[in-house]
């Protein structure tokens, strides 16, 4: 038999209910908005530039065309594609691999002191770190300088030929940003059952068993993550290879990457339209890198 303190209590959490569901859409309101103005606009804007001229009208395909008729486009491509190349393989072996050891040494105080460390590089920005790798490649006042002359390599110029830049565009990234993926990786083992790797442990299964066949297929979707949101930062190379060619004199060229060509299309030839066309490109192929990721590795299905 239901008492009028019952009846009062389903009143008031019915009352409740509206409010609490409200409260979610008030924190997503924020960030929708930000979505809007600096995400879904700016996108909308960069089409409509890319499929017009200087006087507003269609064009069709013609500014994607010209970007790529133009004599630098092909090779900023397979810079691009290089750099990504060095970057995603080092950075998926070497990040699950780190995390792994990390995790290994999860009791010991060396584990906390590594994790803070790899974090460090993280909290400075692209330019900030480009400067500070300025100077690490520079063999007159790099502290690893006599490793780079030992190397052959005794000016920045020589260090930073575009030959090399791939491989140090890449370290550079690691760099900066492999310590946060580490943190996130190292954060995920921790969510996988003790009692799973304890029966592997029974069962006879070492490290490399237990990493091999539990905890890497249980990172799975987090692997897929970092390598999508890596490889859309990796498309828009810009900020490092910028500085090192205005630091260079334009040894490392302007135009080594697909952004880096655009920035030139818009700010060198007045040239807005195929600039814009070049970001859709990069976009585009953004877009579809993902969903071929998110498709094939089941990252939304339930575990």
């Keep these: 038999m239901n008492t009028p303190s019952d009846a009062g209590g389903r009143a008031r959490a019915l009352r409740r209910a509206p409010w609490s569901g409200r409260a979610g859409y008030g924190f997503v309101a924020a960030y929708v908005v930000l979505l809007l103005a600096f995400g879904v606009v700016p996108t909308v804007y960069a089409i409509y530039f890319a499929f017009t001229d200087t006087d507003a009208r269609f064009t069709g395909f013609s500014n994607f065309t010209a970007a790529a008729a133009d004599f630098r486009f092909t090779s900023a491509v397979g810079h691009v594609a290089l750099y990504l190349v060095i970057w995603l393989v080092a950075l998926v072996v070497l990040v699950v691999g780190l995390a792994l050891v990390l995790h290994r040494l999860t009791a010991s105080a060396v584990s906390r002191s590594l994790r803070f460390l790899y974090y460090i590089p993280g909290a400075l920005a692209g330019a900030a770190s480009a400067m500070v790798w300025l100077f690490m490649l520079d063999p007159t006042v790099s502290p690893a300088g006599f490793l780079l002359r030992a190397a052959g390599l005794d000016t920045f110029g020589r260090v930073i030929e575009p030959g090399h830049l791939a491989v140090l565009l890449a370290l550079i990234a690691f760099w900066t940003g492999a310590g946060g993926w580490i943190v996130v990786m ?118």
Excluded: C
């Design 186 to 303: 190292y954060g995920a083992l921790n969510n996988i059952s003790s009692d799973v790797i304890e029966a592997a442990r029974i069962d006879g299964a070492g490290p490399w068993q237990i990493a091999r066949h539990i905890q890497i297929p249980l990172l799975r979707k987090w692997i897929v993550y970092m390598v999508i949101l890596a490889f859309a930062a990796g498309t828009q190379l810009f900020v490092e290879p910028q500085l090192l060619s205005q630091a260079s004199n334009g040894v490392a060229g302007r135009d080594y990457s697909l952004n880096q060509l655009s920035y030139d299309f818009a700010f060198q030839n007045n040239n807005v339209n195929t600039a814009a066309a070049i970001s859709v490109e990069l976009l585009v192929v953004g877009l579809v890198v993902a969903g071929l990721f998110v498709a094939r590795s089941g990252f939304f299905d339930a575990d």
